[in-house]
C-alpha cells in the first residue's frame, strides 16, 4: 500500500511530536508511550496489540483511525494529542492463520513480559530470552525452547536445565498462533474498560 505524499508529511509530523522537546502532558506519565494499544482490522477483528508509540505513529501516518482514547495525551510545542486505548486500520489486512514470526518481541507478547521463572513482571528492556535447553547443549532457538526471563534468574540457570538448576517453568513454551494471540489480547483487555467490546463477544 503507498502511503503517498499525505503520509509521508504524517511521517514528518510525528517526528516532531517525538521529538526530546515533546513531553507527556502529565506529570508521572512517561510509560503512556508505551502502554498497549488494540489493533483492529477494517472489519473490526482485533488482530494485534502494540505500544501507544506505534499507533499514533500509524494514525498520523493515515493508515489508521484511533476507535478510542486512553486519557492521556502528548503534548509538543505547536499541538496535543490524545493517545489511543484502540485503533482500526483503514484498510482490510489479511491475517495468516499460522504461526506468528519467531522474535524477541514476539516472545515477550506471549510470555507478558513476565520472567517465566520467578514470575516477576517487568518491563522489555529488563528482561532476557531464555534458551530452556541451552544452545550449548543442542538447544534450538524455537517457540518451544524459547522464554521470557530475568537477569536474575538467568545468571542463576546459567548453562543448566531447569530441572538441574532446581527451577520450574510457569507454563509450557508454546507457539504463538492465533489463538494464543486472542487468548492475550483477552487477558489484556480486561485492564481495560474501552477493550471489552471488541474482545468479548
Known amino acids: 500500500m503507498s502511503l503517498g505524499m499525505e503520509h509521508d508529511a504524517g511521517s514528518r509530523f510525528a517526528a516532531g511530536l517525538f521529538s526530546p522537546a515533546a513531553t507527556m502532558h502529565r506529570p508521572g506519565d512517561g510509560h503512556a508511550l508505551l502502554a ?6 477494517a472489519s473490526y477483528e482485533p488482530i494485534n496489540v502494540c505500544a501507544a508509540r ?10 489508521a483511525m484511533t476507535e478510542e482514547e486512553n ?11 490524545r493517545l489511543p486505548s484502540v ?6 489486512r489479511r491475517i495468516p492463520h499460522q504461526s506468528r514470526a519467531l522474535s524477541r518481541k514476539n516472545i515477550l507478547l506471549r510470555d507478558r513480559n513476565t520472567c517465566q521463572y520467578c514470575a516477576t513482571v517487568l518491563p522489555s ?3 532476557t530470552l531464555d534458551h530452556v535447553i541451552p544452545r550449548s547443549r543442542g538447544g534450538s532457538s524455537t517457540w518451544e525452547n524459547l522464554v521470557a526471563c530475568c537477569h536474575a534468574c538467568n545468571r542463576r540457570k546459567g548453562n543448566q536445565s531447569p530441572v ?18 486472542r487468548h492475550i489480547m483477552r487477558l489484556m483487555g480486561r485492564s481495560d474498560d474501552k477493550w471489552r467490546k471488541y474482545l468479548f463477544y
Open 54 to 63: 506505534r499507533a499514533l505513529v500509524l494514525v498520523l501516518k493515515g493508515v
Open 71 to 81: 486519557g492521556h495525551f502528548l503534548h509538543s510545542a505547536r499541538v496535543a494529542m
Open 125 to 127: 528492556s529488563e528482561l
Open 87 to 92: 485503533i482500526r486500520l483503514l484498510e482490510y
Open 164 to 181: 538441574e538448576a532446581h527451577m520450574k517453568l510457569m507454563r509450557e513454551p508454546r507457539a504463538f498462533n492465533l489463538h494464543t494471540s
Open 36 to 41: 498497549p494499544v488494540l489493533v483492529l482490522n
